[in-house]
DNA sequence: ATTCGGACGGACCGATCGGTCTGTTATCGT
DNA sequence: ACGATAACAGACCGATCGGTCCGTCCGAAT
């Protein structure tokens, strides 16, 4: 009948979205900044993603889904489950520069409402990588899995901290991996 | 003549933001809001602090005052350099549960602007702590004092990530004691 | 008792917040 | 060519933002 609607309109949307997110922090950016930024109308965006909130929780999935994708990659890097969580904070400190850290840390800090659903959703989110973690050290002979899934996400919580990725991300990430070896070693 | 003016109203205003600030973040909290905490008329804040970034900077003086009770604390609490710094991160860790965390470094993700003067201001205080861990690092038979910094820092910066405030922030305080130790000792 | 000035509450300012709705334009299928 | 519909722009809503200003009230010094 008449003209169809654009596939990638939403994904123009999230991806104004997610880099203002990114460097400004969600409380920060204005429902207009990313539409002005996505060039569409105020319509679209909400036809798209129904409330402000539902749009932070499509930029918290894709936020989830890089953490995948590093995932991935420190497992498909190296062959032990040890090398593969050190390697794990390598490529966390090797993702830092020219980024403000973790969208989803960062935006918990700005929800501390436990019974929010954007809350609730990175919350959820951060227990599912723990579980990974878990599964991981299960399997390195170390003696107690939970003990070193602490130690390692005390490494890369401390690399995503706010002040480690505005103050010397370099010597940091640098440092957590040499830390991460010894841990996983031990 | 008059009425004087009251010398702890500035005290009882600073306590309210602080309170706030803390609990919900810098730019989640408005300036009615506060005043409505304090109990004061609006033009009482006005006079002690000529804008909200003069007030958001008094209540990072605080924060910074905060924790150099913390570093006291320490120094005070063992003998050796290096129990000093162990101390410093079980102290840390003791002073999370109720909180979100700290102050400085989530005010910090709230201003990404480096030219900012809150932004500045907080990484001028972060940049004094370092400082300040760097004598301490000095002080131990250590052959590398900046490796251990930066391990230290890791460590207190993984405490005060938002992820590990909320979620078992118990597990990690207890876990990152004994890193700090195996650290100092190496 | 009078008066001076600080404390207070709140009206008010322009701007922006998240969100709704309408009108215009452009692009498609028929 | 025509008509249907998506995309866009923007007016508009009530609420709130940071910030200014004014009027009332009250306590203390004269």
């Known amino acids: 009948m008449a003209r169809r609607p654009s596939p990638q309109t939403r994904e123009r949307i999230l991806d104004a979205a997610n880099d203002l997110f990114d460097r400004y922090g969600v409380h920060a950016v204005g429902m207009q900044r990313i539409i002005d930024e996505a060039a569409c109308g105020k319509n679209l965006l909400y036809r798209e993603f129904g409330s402000k909130d539902e749009l932070v929780v499509a930029y918290l999935e894709r936020g989830g889904a890089e953490w995948d994708v590093k995932f991935a990659r420190a497992l ?11 390697e794990l904070v390598r490529v966390v400190g090797a993702g830092l520069p020219g980024t403000r850290g973790c969208g989803l840390r960062n935006t918990l800090a700005e929800y501390p409402d436990p019974d929010h659903p954007v809350h609730r959703f990175i919350v959820e989110h951060l227990e599912k990588v723990r579980g990974r973690l878990h599964d ?45 070896r010894e841990i996983v070693s031990a």
């Open 76 to 86: 498909a890097a190296a062959a032990t489950p040890q090398e593969q969580l050190v």
């Open 136 to 180: 991981l050290a299960a399997r390195t002979p170390t003696a107690d899995p939970d003990r070193l899934v602490d130690r390692i996400l005390l490494i890369i919580n401390g690399l995503y901290s706010p002040y480690t990725v505005i103050a010397g991300e370099g010597r940091a990430a640098a440092e957590a991996v040499l830390l991460a």
